[in-house]
């Protein structure tokens, strides 16, 4: 019964992280990079220290145990991480959620698997040959993706301007994939090499201070943005303005509670248990912000054929990460 348990916590969290951004599209009378500011702020800086101080009460005093070797990893990889924070939030503008998401995760996923091959030293075994094959399937998954999309922007009548943002998206994407899988990268290690210190199951003590690090470079980024920004606004009324508000809490919810409902859920299995959480969570991620993209019709009018191409770049994104479970 645990077992099931956790599973329907790691696809709750998974469509909370993949619906994060949602929020945002019904906020009225806010340019893009006051949101971003204001999330960098609500999501990043203030909700994981509020999450973390009701799931694990007590335990921030244990950052102090952290080898100082350890926290400054932690830190610099939560400002890098807030970089490519900054290139989504332009990305999915350019080429919207679906494939901002899936470009993303298909990066970050595979140079996260990659780390772990030479973290582990598993070369020339059967791990090795599953994790190639896997991040195979990815590749392919990005390139259907990639000349799908193409076939809608690229053509004799589509404006040069959209050719432009299309090739603009696919690199911010691609930048924020880094990014992404640094994040992955930054967990295993300090998960690893800390979990003594908070002694606790529950690894959601990791993000609280890289998000708040990331939170840095996002401030900072988009209040510069904003201050650029030549076009005059309307006044918010009071009222608009506590809904534009709360709409941007439910975006540091979903994506902070996102991390904490899977390392809660994560906590109550077993090392053998634990193989099921990971591609429960990142699959759920992928088919929700493809079904968000098909709900807002972010690829417009789509031929039958480059909708079966889309719907075999995400069966071999999915096999991907089954297989890496399985890998594992």
Not at 10 to 29: D, E, H, Q, R
Not at 147 to 161: E, F, M, Q, T, Y
């Amino acid at each position: 019964m645990l077992r099931e348990t956790s599973i329907l916590t790691f696809i709750i969290a998974g469509l909370m992280n993949g619906s994060f951004v949602i929020p945002a599209k019904y906020i009225n009378n806010f340019i893009k990079e006051k949101i971003w500011c204001y999330h960098s702020i609500i999501g990043l800086a203030v909700m994981p220290w509020v999450i973390l101080t009701i799931m694990l009460p007590g335990t921030i005093g244990n950052y102090l145990s952290l080898q100082p070797s350890i926290l400054t990893f932690l830190i610099l990889s939560g400002v890098i991480f807030g970089l490519g924070q900054v290139f989504f939030a332009y990305a999915i503008d350019f080429i919207g959620v679906a494939l901002s998401f899936t470009i993303n995760l298909g990066l970050g996923v595979t140079i996260g698997s990659l780390f772990v091959v030479f973290y582990k030293n598993t070369f020339f075994t059967l791990q090795d040959s599953l994790v190639v094959l896997a991040i195979f399937f990815i590749l392919c998954s990005l390139f259907i993706y990639y000349h799908s999309g193409k076939h809608n922007n690229v053509g004799k009548d589509v404006p040069l301007a959209n050719i432009s943002r299309y090739h603009k998206g696919w690199l911010l994407a691609s930048l924020t994939g880094l990014t992404s899988g640094l994040q992955n990268i930054t967990f295993v290690i300090v998960a690893f090499y800390s979990q003594a210190h908070f002694q606790t199951s529950n690894s959601f003590w990791v993000w609280p201070p890289f998000l708040l690090a990331a939170s840095i470079p996002m401030f900072i980024g988009f209040l510069y943005k904003i201050r650029k920004n030549t076009t005059p606004t309307l006044p918010t009324k009071k009222i608009l303005f506590a809904k534009n508000i709360l709409l941007i809490t439910l975006m540091g919810l979903f994506f902070t509670g996102s991390l904490a409902l899977y390392s809660k859920g994560m906590s109550q299995l077993s090392k053998v248990q634990q193989i099921i959480g990971w591609p429960a969570f990142m699959v759920s991620i992928i088919l929700a912000s493809q079904l968000w993209g098909w709900i807002y019709r972010e690829s417009g009018d789509v031929s039958r054929k480059n909708r079966f191409k889309i719907l075999g770049g995400i069966i071999l994104l999915v096999a991907a990460i089954i297989i890496l479970a399985i890998k594992a």
